[in-house]
């Protein structure tokens, strides 16, 4: 399967004011084991991210590049990687069909990979990761941590149903590996 994560929310602490720094960037618990179980699954695992942060000049390239190698280590010291990583840095008032909730980056993705909707999932805590996901026809998991609660409490639209929702990426994985590729429970049923 082609596991599309979001980043802030699920792999590490949401911010307002957006991680502008390594420092900022404060990883949720059992995240980085989570996607270490993915790996080992043999599942791909892509970061899809929005970064309007570049777009709003809140930070450069440079230093975007610092906080994602230190995602990458704090991935690495659990045993796990990432096999892709798709940002767009359009800030809202000029956001082009890559930006969530349009779904350009998740597209990219799946050609990349070679993987159809049915063989894609995509973990978030935004409204917009439903949507992109919905758009594509992937599979869609909401997790509660991040913006996931006010999300799910905010009732979730008609368009981006059906949503499956998780306290967290781990949680959200357990539930993967149970589940076969469509979301149905694994067995002869
Ligand atoms: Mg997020």
């Known amino acids: ?10 792999l590490n ?3 307002a004011d957006h991680v ?10 059992r995240a980085a084991e989570a996607v270490a179980r993915l790996n080992t699954g043999g599942h791909k695992v892509a970061l899809v991210s929005n970064q309007s942060g570049l777009g709003r000049g809140l930070y450069d390239d440079q230093m975007f590049a610092r906080i994602q190698e230190k995602l990458i280590a704090a ?3 659990s045993g796990g990687h990432l096999d892709a990583t798709f940002i767009c840095p359009d800030p809202p008032w000029d956001a082009g069909p890559r930006r969530k ?8 993705a799946m050609r990349t990979f070679g993987a159809g909707a049915r063989e894609t999932v995509m973990i978030g805590d935004a409204l917009r990761d439903l949507e992109a996901a919905a758009a594509v026809g992937a599979r869609r998991i909401l997790v509660r941590t991040g913006k996931g609660a006010a999300t799910q409490g905010a009732r979730l639209p008609a368009h981006v149903l059906p949503v499956e929702v998780h ?6 994985v ?6 076969g590729p469509d979301g149905e429970t694994d067995g002869d049923s």
């Open 1 to 10: 399967m082609l596991v599309l994560l979001d980043r802030d929310g699920v």
């Open 13 to 15: 602490q949401d911010r």
């Open 20 to 29: 502008k720094t390594p420092d900022e960037l404060v990883m949720i618990p």
């Open 75 to 77: 991935l690495r010291e």
């Open 101 to 108: 909730p349009a779904p350009g980056m998740l597209e990219e």
């Open 167 to 172: 306290e967290d990426l781990w949680s959200a």
């Open 174 to 179: 357990e539930a993967l590996e149970k589940t």
